[in-house]
């Protein structure tokens, strides 16, 4: 039986969030819930795959690891969000690796079940498209970000769509190691230092991973960030 809070965060999924109840409890009754920690791999490039996952808690990185060894992260998914749902469809096998990068439960969905649940139920194979559409749209802005904007008005970009509020001073905390927070923005670690550094003349300041804003309108001014441009959150 799920408990009633993991359900709440399964009904907050996007894929999810247009369904009934009873169209929802079909979706959990093929479901698996599994807690996973740091360093855990769920799966390697090239493996078949078996099932595509949701985040209740805790990080996933999808990365690729290139010939010299670099790993070059490709996308961090956190509570809420789903993924590896076109791998199941389109070709059958992972195109990257995945790892938990901090411990957390997670929903497992498997191909056979997910793959009957999308036949019977139109509503479902939309809401599917939906989701793959969205990947596709954040890795589209991704590459745009790297080829358009130099590494500090990447980062901040990143801190402002952490966020609460639109104006005003703000304090946060980064939600992963920021050495991740290096690699999801196309940096090394010292560059990240570098750049935390340089953007205290915009009021960041940078205390452990908490990080203070004096001015969310101050930092978009300082690197040519309009508010319209933000999306609603970087783990997408």
Request: contains cysteine; hydrophobic residues 40%; aromatic residues 6%.
């Amino acid at each position: 039986m799920i408990a009633h809070s993991d359900l709440a965060i399964l009904k907050q999924m996007r894929l999810f969030d247009q369904l009934t109840a009873d169209e929802l409890d079909q979706i959990v009754s093929g479901m698996q819930i599994k807690h996973f920690s740091k360093g855990d791999v769920l799966f390697c490039q090239g493996d078949e795959a078996r099932h595509f996952y949701g985040v209740l808690s805790g990080w996933v990185q999808i990365y690729r690891d290139n010939a010299s060894g670099e790993r070059a992260v490709l996308n961090i998914f956190g509570r809420q969000e789903t993924f590896a749902e076109a791998a199941m469809f389109v070709g059958g096998r992972y195109p990257a690796n995945a790892e938990v990068i901090e411990p957390g439960r997670l929903c497992l969905f498997s191909r056979k079940a997910f793959g009957d649940s999308v036949k019977a139920n139109p509503k479902l194979c939309m809401a599917m498209l939906g989701s793959v559409s969205r990947h596709l749209h954040n890795m589209v802005l991704q590459v745009e970000q790297l080829k358009t904007r130099n590494a500090e008005q990447r980062l901040a970009q990143f801190l402002l769509q952490l966020c609460s509020g639109r104006s005003g001073p703000c304090e946060l905390t980064l939600p992963y190691d920021k050495a991740l927070v290096a690699a999801r923005l196309g940096m090394k670690p010292e560059s990240l230092s570098r750049n935390l550094a340089r953007l205290s003349s915009a009021g960041v300041r940078v205390n452990g991973h908490t990080v203070t804003i004096s001015s969310i309108e101050e930092l978009e001014d300082h690197c040519r960030i309009t508010p319209f441009r933000r999306s609603s959150a970087p783990t997408g």
